[in-house]
């Protein structure tokens, strides 16, 4: 009979013990949701692509909790016709304005000890672009911590690159963060002005855009210079413009300048010119010409020359610096004898 009995038990028991078990646990939604983010870093990273516009050299990138930063990177995207990208936290921030002012603190304060929330946006390199708008909204005086992240990570891509800040507060100063931004970017050239609007300042948005990317001499699709045949050339921190002759050479060289401007490292020859390599070739239009102070000149079609003294060969003439006539006025825009550094941008 006691056999009889044993025999329940032993199953009754297996059957608690099975209930019991981990095995049969269930996870909850939000630590299910948890545990799969702190698997993505197993994943290949794939950099993600910017919503393209027109104009080659430009790239904003921006992140905004309140679209309030989105409306002054897409009133710039307007006026730029540029790419532009949004840089997005991991997880989204809280609709509840508490929590979120509490995320952001204790977000800013783990940045302090080198922690940087996680980010899910990534670029693989910057190098179609020439300058770089990064946008953010100032939070407790300081960059928005999914920019400061994006910055961190991408500080050696975005090296020798210019960068300029622009910057939504209730009533926060800009200077602080740009600050921050030096400091994330070392190699980076924090350009000046910045652009500040704050809560007052919106309905002026259309107008202060304007001025700013006129202060910082950027080609806007409002006033491209592609049929035009000026260009400016920038050396030793001094900005001039030059004229160009009409030719095959010429206008295959703004074509390129409408992707991208175009640096020079030149150096002295013969007493009478500075030279270097453009990287590419232009179409060739040689014939014998003798050169004066300021002609700018296409050599064997892939050479730009700036001659300050004269000279007689067969060269392609592209054109000639604005408002110069002696070898003393186009060494002083170039910063006298060495090397430097040219720029060539549609002015």
Request: proline share 5%; with cysteine.
């Amino acid at each position: 009979m006691k056999r009889f009995l044993t025999l329940p038990l032993m199953l009754l028991t297996f059957i608690l013990l099975s209930a019991c078990s981990p095995a049969n646990e269930q996870i909850p939604a939000t630590d299910m949701s948890d545990q799969q983010g702190n698997h993505e870093g197993d994943e290949e990273n794939i950099p993600d692509i910017p919503t393209t516009g027109k104009n080659g050299p430009y790239l904003i990138l921006f992140c905004s909790r309140t679209s309030n930063t989105e409306r002054l990177a897409q009133q710039i995207q307007s006026q730029l016709d540029c790419d532009i990208l949004e840089v997005q936290p991991v997880r989204p921030y809280e609709e509840d304005y508490n929590a979120m002012l509490n995320r952001t603190q204790e977000e800013l304060a783990a940045i302090q000890q080198g922690n940087y929330p996680p980010i899910s946006t990534s670029m693989d390199n910057f190098d179609k672009y020439d300058v770089i708008f990064v946008g953010y909204p100032i939070w407790y005086g300081s960059i928005a911590t999914p920019m400061q992240t994006f910055l961190h990570e991408h500080a050696s891509k975005l090296a020798g690159k210019h960068i300029a800040l622009f910057a939504t507060s209730g009533s926060s100063g800009i200077s602080t963060s740009a600050d921050e931004a030096a400091e994330l970017c070392p190699e980076s050239e924090i350009l000046s002005p910045t652009l500040l609007l704050t809560s007052s300042q919106f309905s002026e948005m259309d107008s202060r855009v304007t001025s700013w990317l006129e202060q910082l001499n950027i080609q806007t699709a409002n006033n491209n210079n592609m049929g035009k045949n000026q260009i400016r050339l920038t050396a030793n921190g001094k900005s001039f413009t030059a004229t160009l002759v009409e030719n095959s050479s010429t206008e295959a060289l703004k074509a390129r300048l409408s992707q991208s401007n175009i640096s020079i490292q030149m150096n002295d020859y013969g007493d009478m010119e500075k030279v270097g390599s453009l990287g590419f070739s232009l179409p060739r239009n040689d014939q014998q010409t003798t050169t004066d102070p300021g002609d700018l000149i296409l050599y064997q079609g892939n050479s730009f020359v700036i001659y300050y003294d004269t000279n007689s060969w067969n060269f392609t003439r592209l054109g000639k610096i604005d408002g110069v006539s002696t070898r003393e006025q186009v060494l002083d825009l170039l910063g006298g004898k060495g090397e430097v550094t040219v720029t060539l941008s549609l002015k």
